[in-house]
């Protein structure tokens, strides 16, 4: 019995995978995290966020394919991004002042 999962592919495409994923995701608000998240299984266990739920190999292939880390389950990245979400911010700021 082969049993095949659904990830998605550092083009945000999904494919066919003898292995599972070792992230899960949500495809409306563009996040990943761990399986064992416990905002993702509360919002699961809601009934909601299951139709929007999407599977990565690892964390390279879900930041290629656009997702940022989730706050809750994933600190440490999510202060990262986001220390360079708001770089980037700053300098379209600064740049659109000057022009």
């Known amino acids: 019995m082969n049993k095949t999962f659904t990830l998605l ?5 999904p494919y ?5 994923g070792a992230f ?3 495809r409306g608000n563009k996040l990943y995290g761990r399986l064992d998240c416990r905002a993702a299984l ?16 690892d964390e390279a292939t879900a930041v290629a394919a656009g997702y940022r880390p989730c706050a809750v389950c994933l600190p440490r990245e999510y202060a990262a991004w986001k220390k360079v979400q708001r770089a980037q911010s700053s300098s379209r700021v600064r740049k659109k002042a000057y022009s």
Do not use: L, N, W
């Open 9 to 13: 592919g550092p083009d945000g495409k």
């Open 16 to 20: 066919a995978s003898t292995t599972p």
């Open 24 to 26: 899960g995701g949500h």
């Open 42 to 57: 509360q919002a699961i266990a809601r009934g909601g966020y299951v139709k929007q739920r999407v599977f990565f190999a």
